[in-house]
Every structure is written in C-alpha cells, then in structure tokens.
C-alpha cells in the first residue's frame, strides 16, 4: 500500500551500516533514517580530494545549504599530488593524510555533512580491482541511501585516467546496489533515482583555459586535451550564484594544491561566478522523469510518490 507524505514521517527503513579500511568491509552499526529524508540524498563520488570543490563546489554547497543531505566518497587522498610548493615530495602516506585532512575542511566549508574514502592510491584507480570496488562503493551506496548521485563523465574532465575509472565505477555500483541478489544477508538493494556527470561548457571551459592556459594530461605518451561539450548536451543547468563564494573558500582549503590554482586567484570576480556560479551536468538516467527541457534542480522529478514502493 503506498503511504501518504503524512504517514511517511512515520515509516523508518532499517539499513546496516558498513564501512571499509583498505578494501575490508567493517562492520559500523545498524541504524535507521526517516524515508523522507531520501528525497534530498545526494552522493558525490569523486576521485581526488579537490575534485569535490573545483568541479561541484557550487553544487555542493547549494544543496547543503537548501537541506540536503550531501555526502562525498573519494576514491583516493590525491597521495601523488603535488606537496605546496616543496619540489620532492614528502611521500605519499604523508601527501595523502595532508591532502584527506584538507579535503575534511573544505567539506565543512561547503557544509557537507559525509566525507568517506575508499583507500585507494592516485594514479592507480584505474587499476583496482573492478569487481572489488565495485562492490565497495555499492555498499556505501546502500549505506547512505542518495536519491542523486554525482561523478565525471566518461571523459574525466580531460582524460585523466582516474576520473574515468570512478565514473565508470560509480556506474556499475548503481546497479550493484540495486540488485537484490547482492550481499543479501547483510544490506538492503538501494536503488538511485539520479546519475548526473559533471559537465563543462564552452564559457566555464573559456575561463578555465584563461586561467591554465591549456587543460591536458599525457597518458602512455599521449597527451589529452580538454573539451567543452555542446550546449545542446547540458540536460541540467544550475544556478548556483549565491554559492560561488564558498565553493572558491573550499578550493582555497586545498592548500597543498593552491600552487596550481594560484592562477584562480588572478581571476576577476565575474570569472569566478562564470566558474562557480553556475553548474551544468548530463544526466545519465533518471527513473523519474526525462524530455529535453533543461532542469534547473537535480532533484526533479522525485517526488514522495516515487520513493514509496507499492
Ligand atoms: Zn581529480
């Protein structure tokens, strides 16, 4: 029988809570959450801290701020990112505790209420064991139970290997959670309604490459360059104007990184707002609604209704 948004204040869907230190399932506690509440879940999986910040900051702190319940899984703690402006690095067990205590204030900053790592190495993500990651980010899924799910599209932002790998991780993890033959005994299917990847176009890409001058990664040799999609493609479009300032505070938490981003700084303010004020994504799917009329909140579609099974 479908509940009602009255009776829905009353229903708790009992969940067990897992969590992972180097690839081992933990076990946490078992809890339970307000069902409402999984309308205004959203999860940003992402691969490096700072990733959270450059390209979602806006978004991020937007959604908190409105009351949304705003989590982070970061795949890796950026250990082969650079160390301020030291030109040796200090090694990777020191960058990545440095860089994970970072990424925890510009959480806070941004106002997100979850930040959980799966452990991972920089550089190596897309080497991890598929099935095995897989899993893990499935159960943190089933764990905090988002409505909208985050993550890069399938060209990582400018080919670097580990935004394609957790895009492509993060895809294959929404259906894992869903799927009630997986870890039956221990979790509950959770099902996303939303995937969203982070997309840029040509004015935010312009002031990017005004910043950077060029946006590339070489791969085994190659380098790859960054691309603006087409207008045409953004399915979602979000104001998030009012938000610019923070998401700029959280980047600025990155301090190890700032050497690179110093260039930012240089930018006008406008520049800022191109970059932070508003935020552009394709959506992957969405069982709750679709057309091609832009959306203006990730939430769309999701309504009480279709949260409460028959
Ligand atoms: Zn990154």
Redesign the pocket.
């Known amino acids: 029988m479908a509940c009602n948004g009255h009776s829905l204040n009353k229903m708790y869907q009992p969940i067990i809570a897992y969590s992972f230190v180097m690839g081992q399932r933990i076990y946490l506690s078992k809890q339970s959450y307000p069902m409402e509440n999984q309308s205004r879940k959203l999860m940003a999986i992402?691969?490096?801290p700072?990733?959270e910040s450059?390209?979602l900051g806006g978004t991020l702190a937007k959604y908190a701020a409105e009351g949304a319940e705003v989590s982070v899984l970061m795949a890796t703690k950026?250990e082969r990112g650079r160390f301020g402006t030291a030109a040796v690095s200090p090694g990777m067990e020191v960058v990545g505790k440095t860089r994970g205590q970072e990424l925890l204030e510009a959480a806070k900053v941004l106002g997100i209420k979850q930040v959980r790592f799966l452990g991972y190495i920089d550089g190596d993500l897309d080497q991890a064991p598929a099935k095995q990651i897989i899993e893990e980010i499935a159960l943190h899924i089933r764990d905090l139970q988002p409505a909208v799910v985050l993550s890069?599209g399938p060209e990582g932002?400018y080919g670097?290997p580990?935004?394609i790998a957790i895009s492509q991780f993060t895809t294959a993890a929404i259906l894992k959670a869903a799927d009630a033959g997986f870890d039956p005994i221990s979790s509950l299917p959770h099902t996303v309604l939303k995937l969203y990847n982070i997309l840029w176009s040509k004015p935010i890409w312009d002031v990017y490459q005004a910043a950077f001058k060029e946006l590339s990664t070489t791969v085994d040799g190659k380098k790859r360059l960054a691309f603006p999609y087409p207008e045409w493609m953004i399915t979602t479009q979000l104001n998030t104007e009012q938000y610019w300032e923070t998401a700029w505070a959280a980047i600025q938490c990155h301090q190890t990184q700032m050497a690179i981003y110093q260039n930012l700084d240089q930018l006008t303010p406008a520049q800022h707002k191109v970059l932070w004020g508003r935020q552009e994504f394709y959506r992957v799917f969405s069982l709750v609604n679709g057309g091609r009329k832009k959306e203006r909140d990730l939430f769309e579609g999701i309504t009480a209704a279709v949260l409460v099974p028959n």
Do not use: C
Request: aromatic content about 8%; proline content about 0%; hydrophobic content about 40%.
């Open positions: 992402v691969a490096h700072d990733d450059l390209g950026g890069f932002a670097h580990d935004h």
